[in-house]
């Protein structure tokens, strides 16, 4: 049986990377996110990937797109939850539109997905929900409560419901990636840059010092351990909270 696997944000970065390394391995896949543009420069040219326009903060916009990727693909059985922002601000100066939006994007949105497809994968007897979330789900770091409190959430929300589907053949799990170097860590360098005035390289150094080998993560060193995490052999991992992350964690 081909299995289909449906990737919130997958027109980019982490996302993309699972979207490749999936299809890859043999799956059908669904890349969800808002810009239809993005999504099917993905999708071309991975055979059986399908571009589904989603805002996962959209309870209407999940339960359509989900609709939509089953009339393609037949019902889910693998979710990755990766659609994410990473604002930063001191909390002082984070605005209560900015803090809902982190929460609706990073955890409300993991909420609505999953709620989405877990009767289906009940009813098949498999599943493998893999959460997308950061080492900021495991420590703090400035300027980002925000979204540490969103990736917190996360992580709590990924150890409840493993609990819960434990008898169920389904697994729910959460990868916890430091710096990896995509569009959320240039954005990170741009805000560095304009606050401090360091030069871009001043600032990617200093995000890569947080990581113990001292470098970025690849998109696809990430993408590896979902790959990993999905497959029908890793249903013994269950509310596991995996850092890729060098040792920073
Ligand atoms: P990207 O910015 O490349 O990916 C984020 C994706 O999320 C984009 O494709 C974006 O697409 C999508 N997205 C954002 N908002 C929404 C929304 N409301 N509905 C649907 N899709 C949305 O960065 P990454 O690949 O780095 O991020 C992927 C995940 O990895 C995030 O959850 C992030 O928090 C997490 N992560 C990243 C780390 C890093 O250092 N890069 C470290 C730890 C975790 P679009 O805007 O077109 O909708």
Known sequence: MTRHAFITGGGSGIGAAVARRLVADGYKVSVAGRDLLKLEAVATGLSGTCAVVC??????????????AVRHHG???????????????PLVKTSRAEF??????????AFLCARAVLPGMIAAGFGRIVNVASTAALKGYPYVAAY???KHGVLGMTRSLA??????GVTVN??????????IVARSVETIVAKTGRTPEEARAELARAN?????????????TI???????????????????????
Do not use: H, Y
């Not at 609990?163 to 169920?168: G, P, R």
């Open 75 to 89: 019902p889910v059985s693998i979710l990755v939850n990766n659609a994410g922002i990473a604002p930063s601000a």
């Open 100 to 109: 809902d939006r982190t929460i609706a994007t990073n955890l409300t949105g």
């Open 174 to 183: 959460a990868v916890c990636p430091g710096f990896t170097d995509t569009d």
């Open 55 to 68: 805002d996962v903060t959209e309870e209407e916009s999940v339960e359509a797109a989900m609709e939509e």
């Open 148 to 150: 540490a409190a969103a």
């Open 212 to 224: 113990p080998q001292g470098r970025l993560l690849t998109p696809e060193e990430v993408a590896e």
């Open 163 to 168: 609990l819960e589907v434990a008898t169920k």
């Open 227 to 249: 790959a990993w995490l999905c497959r029908p052999e890793s249903g013994g991992i269950n509310g596991a909270a995996v850092p890729i992350s060098g040792g920073e964690v």
